[in-house]
Every structure is written in C-alpha cells, then in structure tokens.
C-alpha cells in the first residue's frame, strides 16, 4: 500500500518549513533530506508566514517552547491553513507544564491539523485538559499494550473526530487514525527510546509524506510511521552487528530512511487496520 | 566505588532538567540517554519552575546565554534549591565577556549550586572575580600538570568551601573536591578536546548521578567524570581501528557511555584521593 | 598551493566567533575543531563585541534569523570590522522572505564583509535587491553549468568588486573570485546535498582560513573550499564501502576533514583559475 505514497515523496521533494525545538532540529533537517524531503527551519515572526508559503507542509513541534515561537507558529499555522497545506502539531511534553498544556490547547484552537502526533500521555493531556507528563516520554501506566489497544483505537478515533484530524498514538504499539478508520503498526525497536529525537523525526517526515500526498492523509501518515519504525529495526541490526551503542544507533536510523527502497518498506511494515 | 553509584543510576533514570546552550544541547540530551538518565529541556521563564519540580536534578549550562536564560536559570535555581534537588553549574566562558562574567556571579549568589564545573580558567573567574578565558578552552598558562597539581586541589577545597559545593576542575587531569576530600582523576583522551561539547555532556551526567545518589554528591561527581574519562579512552580506541576521525569519535564516546557496566567503569578508573 | 594556508590554521588554532543557525551549529562547532580551528558560539547583543575581540575572524550565518540575532551581527560586524578581523558573511536563504533579503542587504550596508559565500540564488539575490530561494537550495533553473560558467565568473567578480569582498559562489561548481581573479573548484560530490549544513560548515572553515592567512583572502577561501570538497569526496568513498547512509556521510565528512593533510588537500584539489 505505501509505494505510490513513497514514489511520491521522492519525487516530489517536499520543502516542509519546521517550526521545531533546538535540541532534535539537526535531525529534523538530516531526516527530511534523508527522506525524500527538504527542510527550511524558520522561526521569526517576522518571516514566518512568508517561509510557509514556500513551502509544501509546515510541522509544528513545542519540545523548547518560548512565547515567541507560539506567537510564530499561529502565525505560521493560519498562513498554511489559507493555502491549504497539511499541517503537523507533536504536542512534546503537553501536560509537563501549564505553559506548554496552555499553549497546545491555544494551537489547536487556532488552527486547523492535518496530523497530531504524540505519546498517549500528550494525547490524554489533549482530550482532556488534564494528564500528567513524566519528560517526553509517556507515562509506564498509560503505555498502549494488548489489553488497552482496544480502547486505545476507539480513543484515538474520538480524537481524530473531534479535532478532525489524523491522530497518530505512538508507543510500544502505534495506532494512526481518522474517524472512521485505524492503523495499527507493530514497527519499530525499544531501543529508539534511547535516542533523543526520534519523535521529532517523525512528526517532520509525517509533514513530508502528508505534502507529496494530501489526498491521503491517514496512509502518508501510517507510512511515515512504518517508514521510522523499519529503519529503526534494520539499524538496530546493523547496531549489533557492529557492537555500536545508543549514539551511532541514532545514525543508523537516519541512515536507514536514506537507503530505504519501497519495496523494503513495503515488506517490513507490520500493519493491519481496524 | 563506583558499582552502587552506577547501578542507581540505571534504576532510577533521573530525570535531568537542562536550561543549556544550543550549540551541544543535543549531545547533552542523547548522553542523558546514553547514562541512564532522561533529558528534558526548557528554557522560557513561563515554565522552568514547573519542568525542574517534576524533574530529580537542575543542570545550567551559560554556553550561549542570554538574558531570558538569565532570568530562566534564577527562577529554576530558585525552585530546584526549594526541593533540594541536586543543581549543577557549567559556568562556560565565565571570563570570556564581561557579560558572563557578572551572569556567572550572580547565579552564584541567588542560587546555592551542588556542583561547579569548570576548567581552571573559568573556576578562577569564579574564584576571584577575574581571569581570562580563550574561548571554551583552558588558558595553556593555566593548565593542570603534575607540578601544579597539589597547589590546585588546595584551590579546589578552597573554592568548594566557599561555596559549600562540589568543585570540579576538569583538564588533562580532573580535580573533584569538597572542602575536607578530593579525588585526582586521569581518565580521558586530549583527543576529546577536538569534539565540541565532552565539557556540557559531563555537566549532564554529573546531574544525573547527583540526582540518583543525593547522599553521596563527591564521589557521584567522581563516577560520573570516570565514566565519560573511560568511555573517551575506549572510543578512542575504536576510532583508531575504524581509522575514523573525530565525528565519528564523538558518536563513540556516546556509544561507550550507553555500553558501560559498572565493572568496565569501575576497572578502568583511574582515581586517586587526597 | 595550499600547503602553507593549511599549516597556518593548524598552527595558529584561529579562534572563529560564530553567530549562526540553531540548526547546523553542532556541526559548524565541530568542523572548526576538525579543520584546526577553534568555535565560540555567542549571540547574545551584550557580549558579542566582546567575544569578538579576542577572536580571530567572525562569521555571520542568517539560516535561523531573528531581530535580536540581526542586531548582534551588527554590534560584532561594526566590532570586527574595527578591528581588521576577516568576516564572513553566509547569506543563507536571502530572497526566501522578505525579513531575510532585508536583513541581507543591512547586513551588507553597515558592515565590510571579506568573504560572501552563497548559492546562486543567494548571490543573486544580492546582487539584484531581487530573486527567488528554494529553500536553502540553489534554483535548479540557476545552477551554475558549464554552459553557464564563463557569465557566472564575470557575475562573480563583478558581485566583488562591488562589494570589495571575496565572492564565493557554491553549487556543483564552485567558484571563488575577488575583483581581479577567480578561481573555478570542482570538487565535492552530489552526495552532500543530501546532509544538512554544508554549507555553514564551509563557511566557518573559511573564516578560520581567513583568520589564519589575512593576506592571502582568495587562496585561502578558495583552500577551505577544496577542502570542504576532497573531504566529501574521500567521505563518499568511505560511505559506500560501509554501506552507510546519509547521516553517517555527515560524520564522515567532519572526519575526513579531521585527518587531512597537506598533501592530500593539494593532491585532490581541482581547481583552476580564470
């Protein structure tokens, strides 16, 4: 199901303007050039609804949020509505802080998502107003397991309706869904959990995947996603291989998306729907 | 020595609340990782209180500071030293500029610092007010060589009883000291001097094995600069048989710290006291 | 012709202030040190005349603008400018808003710049008060061919003469020229469009090189330009070998230009002048 998405990418070389935090923002920009995309990075109110309309997609990620940077992404995120350009929000660490939970909910009450991409934990604070955030990781007890995937798809559905978006759950097990439809992806190695950025890396080829393919929104989603996770796993292989550790794992992955044929995605993805 | 240390640290995952310069935020944050701990960054003064009262330690690191830095380290200084969470000084360039300077000092004199880390330039910024720094690196007239090795441990106990803290002097030779013990550590590699940002990745991992050993705060600053000192030899040597060079040397250093048992990290220290 | 630019940077360790793009820094940091140099980032408008001063070149890179960062140019331009320290001006994205073509054209009003180095499009923007940016790419319809090449050198040593600077235009063919003399480079690989920041690393080893050989401003630029491009071709070969992908070829590069020699920087050079 993912070779026209991903021809698509390819040839299409989606500019995705980031609006995104200064910690992951260098992986951001290799794994958009890795992926077939193209990043521009550009943060000045100033210039940023210029930027976004260069552009094919705008990702929107609040790792190091500042009052600035809000003031940045609405003007951006209202820009790229009126062209119509998908637009990605990974609300890290929402529910950490009244500052970020406050700004999230400013976000999506302003503008209109394409994709919102986080851990149950960011997702739950979204629903709800509430939740509590340990870092940007999601809380041991709101882990998506076998026991919980159910109601977790159902969850994820509601969200998807109510902010009438892609909703993309991402844990042990990723759940992608609109309202009607769902995703589940067994993709993927725990071992990415000890590299810092790989949720930033993926709401940014999320944005690419949604600009070469606006038409179909919920499977360039779950592709980006199968895309991460399958590079994820060969590079863990080649990790072993080598007897390299967390930090040349990280490069490993980028590497993986870069050398990623269609046919490979294709045959690693481990997806099914509900 | 360092086994208990060590092993708190894995079981623990303190998390690390990094207010740091954008140049090495992301080696701080995959090193976190890397150790056993987990990063999480925020910088606005909005939030700095509320992200450091959810976090175990409080790392400040003044590599490109800035005024709203300033004003966010005070007030998450503030509330770290309230909940008597572990707080760790990298006063980077202290002596450089008048302007780090004075941010220097008044951190010092608002917030009550469990480490201070530094080369010896910086710390005698610290010390008296005056001094010069070339850039991040030590002044070569200042260094830390056998011959003026017992007058600098003598500094060191000095300085940390005047700021009833963990002094650490890092250069060929480490001097970690409170006011009554200190340790002469000879673990590393000069090669780590041609990667940007080993100095900030310490700072870091001092947090975090302050956080997860509060009891024992010289000799957790003691582990942690064995352990990036081992991990530097170790990469070194990998470098060297991959005829690699020094990007790739930075990865390995990474690699080797998220690689490290307790048993490699306490056989390949080399750690004397005094 | 490069042996004694090269032996001048390894010696002298030319301090660069560097005032940059969140994006690439790390990089940018790291590729001084590997060059021989040596990287202080600092932004901040009430330090950076200081940190300039006991600097040895400065460089001013606009790939992640703001208002304040403007500013600060301006007080460590004015710093540098008064006192004879090269300047180097990366232009990155000029003409993609209308924030960055402005800041451009200030930038370039109150300072006197010793080195601009940008794509065509960039340069053109420049050079006209007008033109379109791709992103951070050159437009493919201005790509500068062999057909194109001959009008290119005389644009290029027009732009410097009237800008009294050393011109620096970067694409599949490089090509150097101050107001009398310019130098054609063909090294590099296409590869190296696929990692983000090669072009802030490239600048910064020129402000290095300008640092380390003031009276030698063309062949030292056109220097760092070879060597940025033996580096990508040697690091392109290790890339296949390894059969490694993107992100390892970002390593791969600083790598290379880490264990250059003299010898291999003047053998591998391909460069001519016109």
Do not use: W
């Not at 990781?137 to 969200?159: C, G, N, P, Q, Y």
């Amino acid at each position: 199901m993912f070779k026209t998405l991903f021809e698509n990418v390819q040839q299409q070389t989606p500019l995705v303007h980031c609006i995104t935090n200064y910690v992951t923002v260098n992986d951001v920009a290799n794994v958009l050039l890795a992926a077939g995309g193209s990043p521009i990075m550009a943060d000045a109110p100033e210039e940023v609804a210029d930027i976004t309309s260069i552009c094919t997609a705008l990702n929107l990620n609040i790792g190091t949020l500042n009052s600035r940077a809000v003031e940045s992404m609405l003007l951006a995120g209202r820009q790229a509505n009126a062209l119509s350009h998908p637009v990605v929000l990974d609300p890290v660490g929402a529910g950490a802080s009244p500052f970020r939970t406050e700004a999230t909910f400013r976000l999506l009450e302003e503008i209109a998502f394409t994709v919102i991409k986080g851990n149950i934990s960011e997702m739950k604070t979204i629903h709800s107003g509430s939740g509590t955030t340990k870092g940007v990781d999601a809380d041991i007890s709101d882990a998506v397991t076998e026991e919980t995937l159910e109601a977790t798809v159902m969850f994820a559905k509601r969200l998807a309706d109510r902010n009438d978006a892609v909703v993309a759950i991402t844990g042990a097990i990723d759940i992608v869904a609109d309202r009607d439809k769902a995703y589940i992806i067994r993709n993927g190695h725990p071992q990415m959990a000890k590299v810092s950025g790989t949720g930033c890396m993926l709401s940014a080829v999320i944005a690419a995947y949604c600009g070469a393919n606006p038409e179909q929104l919920l499977d360039a989603t779950a592709a980006a996603i199968c895309l991460m996770g399958v590079s994820g796993e060969l590079a863990y292989e080649r990790m072993i291989s080598n007897a390299a550790g967390t930090s040349s794992y990280r490069s490993y992955i980028i590497d993986e998306i870069s050398k990623m044929s269609a046919e490979t995605l294709e045959g690693g993805a481990k997806i099914e729907s509900r």
